[in-house]
């Protein structure tokens, strides 16, 4: 079954606006990941944050953490055409589980 | 450099044929992954190696088989191929054997039709 399920399922912005997904799951995790995915392409790791931890940053995105919600967002600032991609969280307990991603789309 | 690859990189077949998709890594991990995406994009693990030696083994039909001849690499051989096989299919690789404690680096993926 899966683990995270993203929200919302799509997202449709302008180039230069922020975009927040969430990620929520069911059960206690380990860390919990995000990965993007291009059409047609494999996914890529973005961020890894602990359960011990609250937030991360790196670059444009930042990740933040709520165990006692299980729930994860990721926000990508000042968003550009090349961030559109499905957007997935992955959580880890004994093994990895994907959500079923969230698709953004940036407009130029 | 290709970190972890996959052939074929498309693969059409016919119902009840035997097919095997390759994948290789030369990142030195010590863990590789199989997984299935639907047309969902609903992601889910198939099996993991580390060593040799399989550590996750999801529902899987029996007719889904991995094979590993060496750490770097991790082959899916399908039997009998049915229907709903019909799916795109990711090999993925991570440093440790513990899963989701490291990134996974994922290959580009096989895109399986079955008619």
Known sequence: SQQGEEDPQALSIQEGENAT???????????????????????VHLILIRSNEREK????????????KKSSSLLITASRAADTASYFCATNNNDMRFGA???????? | DTAVSQT????????GNDKSIKCEQNLGHDTMYWYK????????????????ELIIN?????????????????????????????AVYFC???QDEVAGAWAQYFGPGT?????
């Open chain 1, 21 to 43: 997904m969430n990620c929520s799951y069911k059960t206690s995790i380990n860390n919990l990941q995000w990965y993007r995915q291009n059409s047609g392409r494999g996914l």
């Open chain 1, 57 to 68: 940053h790196s670059g444009r995105l930042r990740v933040t953490l709520d165990t006692s």
């Open chain 2, 92 to 94: 993925a690789s991570s």
């Open chain 2, 111 to 115: 895109r399986l039709l079955v008619l």
């Open chain 1, 101 to 108: 991603g969230t698709r953004l789309t940036v407009k130029p």
């Open chain 2, 8 to 15: 074929p990189k498309y693969l059409v077949t016919q119902m």
């Open chain 2, 37 to 52: 995406q639907d047309s969902k994009k609903f992601l889910k693990i198939m099996f993991s190696y580390n060593n040799k």
């Open chain 2, 58 to 86: 999801e529902t899987v039909p029996n007719r889904f088989s991995p094979k590993s001849p060496d750490k770097a690499h991790l082959n899916l051989h399908i039997n009998s191929l049915e229907l709903g096989d019909s």
